[in-house]
């Protein structure tokens, strides 16, 4: 999964012809730690619909701060440039993919 940051962000989640779902995250915390491979899995099982890319909230503070994230991990899921929804908190798999279709990504 790829990193991204506020160099990065524009190209890789706004203008990407995918979904995007962001993993804002901080190696410190360990409920991040957890959502990793939850977020890893569905990058690669939803791989040529969707792209998953991370954000290290403790590299790129503005970039998470102009999304409202105060608590990580979130999940942002973005489509067509638009932040389509917001999970924050440890998440199951199966819920998260219940999240992914109800924002669009079937």
């Given at each position: 999964?790829?990193?991204?940051?506020?160099?990065?962000?524009?190209?890789?989640?706004?203008?990407?012809?995918?979904?995007?779902?962001?993993?804002?995250?901080?190696?410190?915390?360990?409920?991040?730690?957890?959502?990793?491979?939850?977020?890893?899995?569905?990058?690669?099982?939803?791989?040529?619909?969707?792209?998953?890319?991370?954000?290290?909230?403790d590299e790129a503070g503005?970039?998470?701060?102009?999304?409202?994230?105060?608590?990580?991990?979130?999940?942002?899921?973005?489509?067509?440039?638009?932040?389509?929804?917001?999970?924050?908190?440890?998440?199951?798999?199966?819920?998260?993919?219940?999240?992914?279709?109800?924002?669009?990504?079937?």
């Open positions: 999964m790829r990193e991204v940051n506020e160099k990065t962000f524009e190209q890789e989640v706004l203008h990407s012809g995918l979904p995007v779902l962001v993993d804002f995250y901080a190696d410190w915390c360990g409920p991040c730690r957890m959502m990793a491979p939850v977020v890893h899995e569905l990058a690669e099982a939803y791989e040529g619909k969707m792209k998953a890319v991370k954000v290290n909230v503005a970039l998470a701060a102009s999304y409202g994230v105060s608590s990580i991990p979130t999940l942002a899921y973005f489509e067509g440039g638009q932040l389509k929804g917001v999970s924050v908190g440890y998440v199951p798999r199966e819920d998260l993919e219940g999240k992914l279709a109800q924002w669009g990504q079937a």
